[in-house]
């Protein structure tokens, strides 16, 4: 249930229990062929302009598909990529990336919504998420105004306020706490689905913010012919002499983060050493998703078209050798190997299940996870920014460093 508005309206988010009725590769309510058909007839209102596979970009076979939205707003990207274990996955994949793209844009619609004023101001009567606690690149002053907007905490099941600068992206009022990112934003074919997923998200980020500031790999992971798709996928990489290391990050809360490096062996590009990381309950999905990622990546940098990475270019210039000394981390022998059939499956038969599990293993590392429901009524597919402070973003900002990345290390 969700309603927000004016003054006096009470805005709360009660989750649903669905049963997951797909959890083959990934897990959602319906299968993914279900969910392409709801989201094709969407993709005109939100000005998507072409659909296309990109996977034949590269010598890997992992599915992976582009949308283009020329309409997108000024400081967003147009390009999208979507990618998954099948064909369908992967279109179904990008299309709810542009659905999510257009939904966490400014609309009319939202003024209603927010409330300026000083951090002391809104809290007067009402909670309000300190900026602080959102780990800023700099100090705010007191008397400093913000545009907020209505929030809810699922910790602690109350409304909240929080800045929309971590809400809306692109964010582009005269002043802004940081640079407006996605982090946390997610679709679904529920609501409780789209929360999970942009709940594993903020994780995901986190997790792998703090093994990049302290260089913690934590435990490689063995793939055997045993692991099924897993293994498929894996082996897609080896038949194409690309090297992958998997790793099962450190987390403070023990959900199951995973991630793959690749290294080319054949064209030693360095703009092709690249990363995918996922995140989810079942550490045999998140081991998917890093996987899948990590194919997104390399047919992203092959495509070149996305407009907010100039990595290429950047990673030319360093050069191979040197690219592959300053991520060597990522590409050693792993001190400590795991199987992947001994990884936990920590997951339940529902996403209601799943979010509420996730949050009691989050309890004593965090202080609220906070949900803005950005659904937009001409669509009617649920869209969310999932909002949880003091969650590490160094890994997509590192402007933006918190206490957990600083801890000292045994490097």
Same mark, same amino acid.
């Given at each position: 249930?969700?309603?927000? %508005?004016?003054?006096?309206?009470?805005?709360?988010?009660?989750?649903?229990?669905? @049963?997951? !009725?797909?959890?083959?590769?990934?897990?959602?309510?319906?299968?993914?062929?279900?969910?392409?058909?709801?989201?094709?007839?969407?993709? @005109?209102?939100? !000005?998507?302009?072409? /659909?296309?596979?990109?996977?034949?970009?590269?010598?890997? %076979?992992?599915?992976?598909?582009?949308?283009?939205?020329?309409?997108?707003?000024?400081?967003?990207?147009? /390009?999208?990529?979507?990618?998954?274990?099948? @064909?369908?996955?992967?279109?179904?994949?990008?299309?709810?990336?542009?659905?999510?793209?257009?939904?966490?844009?400014?609309?009319?619609?939202?003024?209603?919504?927010?409330?300026? !004023?000083?951090?002391?101001?809104?809290?007067?009567?009402? &909670?309000?998420?300190?900026?602080?606690?959102?780990?800023?690149?700099?100090?705010?002053?007191?008397?400093?105004?913000?545009?907020?907007?209505?929030?809810?905490?699922?910790?602690?099941?109350?409304?909240?306020?929080?800045?929309?600068?971590?809400?809306?992206?692109?964010?582009?009022? @005269?002043?802004?706490?940081?640079?407006?990112?996605?982090?946390?934003?997610?679709?679904?074919?529920?609501?409780?689905?789209?929360?999970?997923? !942009?709940? =594993?998200?903020?994780?995901?980020?986190?997790?792998?913010?703090?093994?990049?500031?302290?260089?913690?790999?934590?435990?490689?992971?063995?793939?055997?012919?045993?692991?099924?798709?897993?293994?498929?996928?894996?082996?897609?990489?080896?038949?194409?002499?690309?090297?992958?290391?998997?790793?099962?990050?450190?987390?403070?809360?023990?959900?199951? &983060?995973?991630?793959?490096?690749?290294?080319?062996? #054949?064209?030693?590009?360095?703009?092709?050493?690249?990363?995918?990381?996922?995140?989810?309950?079942?550490?045999?999905?998140?081991?998917?998703?890093?996987?899948?990622? /990590?194919?997104?990546?390399?047919?992203?940098?092959?495509?070149?078209?996305?407009?907010?990475?100039?990595?290429?270019?950047?990673?030319?210039?360093?050069?191979?050798?040197?690219?592959?000394?300053?991520? %060597?981390?990522?590409?050693?022998?792993?001190?400590?190997?795991?199987?992947?059939?001994?990884?936990?499956?920590?997951?339940?038969?529902?996403?209601? %299940?799943?979010?509420?599990?996730?949050?009691? =293993?989050?309890?004593?590392?965090?202080?609220?996870?906070?949900?803005?429901?950005?659904?937009?009524?001409?669509?009617?597919?649920?869209?969310?920014?999932?909002?949880?402070?003091?969650?590490?973003?160094?890994?997509?900002?590192? #402007?933006?460093?918190?206490?957990?990345?600083?801890?000292?290390?045994?490097?």
């Amino acid at each position: 249930m969700y309603s927000s %508005g004016g003054d006096g309206d009470e805005m709360k988010i009660t989750l649903k229990r669905t @049963p997951k !009725g797909y959890t083959k590769d990934t897990h959602r309510v319906v299968p993914p062929e279900e969910t392409l058909k709801r989201v094709e007839k969407v993709l @005109p209102d939100i !000005g998507v302009t072409r /659909v296309a596979e990109i996977s034949g970009l590269d010598r890997i %076979g992992i599915p992976v598909y582009s949308a283009i939205r020329p309409s997108s707003a000024k400081g967003a990207i147009s /390009v999208y990529a979507g990618k998954g274990a099948t @064909p369908v996955e992967a279109k179904v994949s990008v299309m709810m990336e542009a659905v999510e793209r257009y939904s966490s844009e400014f609309h009319n619609a939202d003024k209603k919504r927010v409330v300026i !004023g000083t951090y002391s101001e809104v809290s007067n009567g009402r &909670t309000a998420i300190n900026p602080q606690s959102l780990i800023l690149p700099g100090i705010l002053l007191p008397n400093v105004k913000l545009d907020w907007i209505d929030g809810f905490d699922l910790m602690h099941k109350k409304e909240v306020l929080l800045p929309c600068n971590a809400v809306f992206h692109p964010y582009l009022a @005269p002043f802004r706490l940081f640079r407006s990112n996605t982090n946390g934003l997610a679709s679904g074919n529920t609501l409780e689905e789209a929360i999970f997923h !942009g709940l =594993m998200e903020v994780v995901e980020r986190d997790a792998l913010s703090v093994a990049e500031a302290t260089r913690e790999t934590g435990r490689e992971i063995v793939i055997a012919e045993k692991d099924g798709l897993a293994f498929e996928l894996y082996d897609k990489f080896v038949k194409a002499n690309v090297e992958v290391k998997l790793w099962y990050l450190p987390t403070d809360s023990g959900i199951p &983060t995973v991630l793959a490096a690749t290294d080319d062996k #054949e064209l030693m590009d360095p703009s092709l050493l690249v990363m995918g990381v996922g995140t989810h309950l079942d550490a045999r999905i998140a081991v998917l998703r890093a996987l899948t990622e /990590v194919a997104q990546s390399r047919a992203t940098q092959i495509q070149g078209a996305r407009e907010d990475t100039d990595r290429e270019r950047v990673v030319r210039r360093i050069g191979y050798e040197r690219m592959k000394r300053l991520n %060597g981390h990522w590409y050693a022998d792993g001190k400590e190997k795991v199987r992947l059939e001994e990884l936990p499956d920590l997951s339940t038969d529902s996403h209601k %299940g799943d979010i509420e599990k996730a949050i009691k =293993m989050l309890k004593g590392i965090v202080d609220a996870v906070v949900v803005t429901d950005l659904t937009r009524d001409n669509l009617g597919i649920p869209v969310v920014r999932v909002t949880v402070p003091g969650l590490e973003m160094y890994a997509i900002d590192r #402007e933006r460093i918190g206490s957990r990345c600083k801890r000292p290390t045994q490097r």
